[in-house]
């Protein structure tokens, strides 16, 4: 059975790829922390920039996400007006017992 997708939340969309690029950012505080232990070797203000990025980057992440994905919501909802639209198939599945 064929859909149609001509319409996308942009408020929605925002949330859920907020959420996603902000989990997403999370595999990045590692890196920022292991900077922030050997940058402690180089000095002070090494070591307090890789735990402020550890904690700030998931949250700038998250932030871009979520306009991002307000963004490119409206524009797909407008370019579906033109075009009409994504265009998949789904099937009925039966559920697992």
């Known amino acids: 059975m064929k859909k149609q997708l001509t319409h996308i939340s942009p408020l929605r969309a925002g949330i859920v790829l907020g ?5 997403l950012g999370l595999v990045f505080v590692p890196f920022f922390l292991l900077a922030a232990i050997f940058g402690s ?3 002070a ?7 402020f990025f550890a904690i700030l980057f998931p949250v700038l992440y998250a932030v ?8 490119a919501a409206a ?5 579906a007006k033109w075009t009409g639209g994504l265009e998949f198939e789904v099937r ?6």
């Open 45 to 51: 203000l090494a070591a307090f920039g890789g735990v």
């Open 64 to 71: 871009a996400g979520f306009i991002g994905g307000i963004i």
């Open 19 to 23: 959420v996603l690029y902000g989990l």
């Open 41 to 43: 070797k180089a000095g």
């Open 92 to 97: 009925d599945v039966s559920p697992a017992a």
């Open 75 to 79: 524009i797909y909802n407008l370019v």
